[in-house]
């Protein structure tokens, strides 16, 4: 635990907190950007994580209709500090790592029954969520991610002791929790 000063904190301290170094702030800043750029966003939630089966929680996702198509993004975002960078460690990338997936809903029902049988329009948006989809994996040329360039295989936040200079420290908690 941090020692603290016994000094009250005033507003003006409370302000420079938000301005310098608030991941909510920064969080809301992208809000306001994916917002102007024509996105739905959802701000804040949770997830069951499919392989440890743990609730996360999430940043912001944000959904663009782009004529008959939807892009989906997930976001986390880290208000990241010149003493405290983040280092993403590379290495060329493998011919079963070069592929990203695309799902499509097929003529998505936009008429439901609820579980008490009433009936439920659906916007397309959501109708297009919540109907069967045809996953196609795109790899080697059709690919956005080509063999040998370099991907991302680890991340961590780098940093000095305060009480010793000459001792680096890493910690990758912030990253993944």
Do not use: W
């Amino acid at each position: 635990m941090v020692k603290l000063k016994p000094d009250p904190i005033t507003s003006i301290d409370l302000i420079e907190y938000l301005d310098n170094y608030s991941d909510f702030s920064f969080e809301i800043e992208t809000l306001k950007a994916l917002i102007q750029l024509g996105f739905e966003c959802e701000h804040g939630g949770t997830y069951e994580d499919p392989a440890t089966q743990k609730p996360r929680e999430y940043d912001i996702r944000a959904i663009r209709k782009i004529k008959s198509k939807f892009l989906r993004l997930a976001i986390e975002c880290k208000n990241l500090r010149p003493n405290f960078p983040l280092l993403i460690s590379c290495l060329p990338r493998r011919p079963e790592e070069a592929f990203y997936e695309i799902s499509i809903s097929d003529r998505p029902t936009t008429v439901i029954k609820d579980k008490f049988g009433r009936t439920e329009y659906l916007t397309p948006e959501v109708a297009a969520r919540l109907s069967p989809k045809k996953t196609y994996r795109l790899k080697h040329s059709n690919s956005l991610y080509p063999v040998g360039e370099f991907v991302g295989k680890s991340c961590d936040q780098v940093g000095r002791a305060k009480h010793n200079d000459s001792a680096i420290f890493s910690d990758d908690s912030g990253i993944y929790d």
